[in-house]
């Protein structure tokens, strides 16, 4: 039983250590959701706006969705005011809102619920700018 204990100790540590080195620690590498430029041209069917989200976290994001304000649709039949963003896609390096909280979002259409667009945003990292590279696609799911 005593040989029991630590080695349960570390297998309990293990999540906690593969977190931090996936992304190293490194903000560069952390994939957010506020892009700070738009490829070009702009990935055919993607939802591409300027939005400013309610008060949200990572959690939230990732259970259900969070809901933003669109301040300009830049591409995108949606006529809506608002939508919400969400993704299955959690990773230790994702940090949704560690970019920001305004701003632009290239994304996938899910659909709609209840009249209001769900989409799934294509998160970018620091070291590439905060930004998609030109000729970007949206692959299907």
Do not use: K
């Amino acid at each position: 039983m005593r040989l029991a204990l630590p080695l349960i100790a570390a297998v309990a540590l293990l999540p906690i250590h593969g977190q931090a080195w996936a992304c190293g620690g490194n903000e560069p590498y952390f994939l957010v959701l506020i892009h700070d430029a738009l490829p070009n041209p702009l990935p055919a069917g993607a939802i591409v706006a300027d939005v400013e989200f309610e008060p949200a976290n990572r959690r939230a994001y990732f259970a259900g969705g969070v809901r933003a304000r669109i301040r300009r649709m830049i591409q995108g039949d949606y006529q809506g005011d608002t939508l919400i963003a969400r993704s299955r896609d959690e990773s230790s390096c994702y940090f949704p809102f560690a970019h920001g909280d305004a701003g632009l979002i290239v994304a996938r259409a899910l659909g709609l619920e209840a009249g209001e667009l769900v989409v799934e945003p294509i998160p970018v990292q620091g070291r590439e700018g905060y930004r998609l590279a030109d000729g970007f696609q949206i692959s299907a799911r």
